[in-house]
Nanobody, 126 residues
Framework: QLQLVESGGGLVQPGGSLRISCAASGVTLDRYAISWIRQAPGKEREGVAC????????NYAESVKDRFAISRDNVKHTVSLQMNSLRPEDTAVYYCAADSNPYRPICMMLPPSASWGQGTQVTVSS
């Protein structure tokens, strides 16, 4: 099972930007479909973005479309989520997840089986 590590969370004012990243120790993430999933206190998990294996395409939740962008860094072999125009309702713990099915041709916001990171807190507040 992959050991994923998220980084880059923090406190940002409404309207601001933040970039969070996901890496795996000793393993490249290129061959895995990666999802970013968030969970706010008292709310269900929400898949916000995913990217196909080898960067073949992305999907976004309606709540973040045109504000968030998921991408791969082919040099560092990481996956990042650039978050712009942040809102207080974006406050949550953000997790990256690597789909356990290496043959799935699409990416899923909430893959049924995946390796997860420990999460990074994103707080949007003035």
């Amino acid at each position: 099972q992959l050991q994923l590590v998220e980084s880059g969370g923090g406190l940002v004012q409404p309207g601001g930007s933040l970039r969070i990243s996901c890496a795996a120790s000793g393993v490249t993430l290129d061959r895995y479909a990666i999802s970013w999933i968030r969970q706010a206190p008292g709310k269900e998990r929400e898949g916000v973005a995913c990217i196909r294996r080898y960067g073949g395409g992305e999907n976004y939740a309606e709540s973040v479309k045109d504000r968030f962008a998921i991408s791969r860094d082919n040099v560092k072999h990481t996956v990042s989520l650039q978050m712009n125009s942040l809102r207080p309702e974006d406050t949550a713990v953000y997790y990256c997840a690597a789909d356990s099915n290496p043959y799935r041709p699409i990416c899923m916001m909430l893959p049924p089986s995946a390796s997860w990171g420990q999460g990074t807190q994103v707080t949007v507040s003035s």
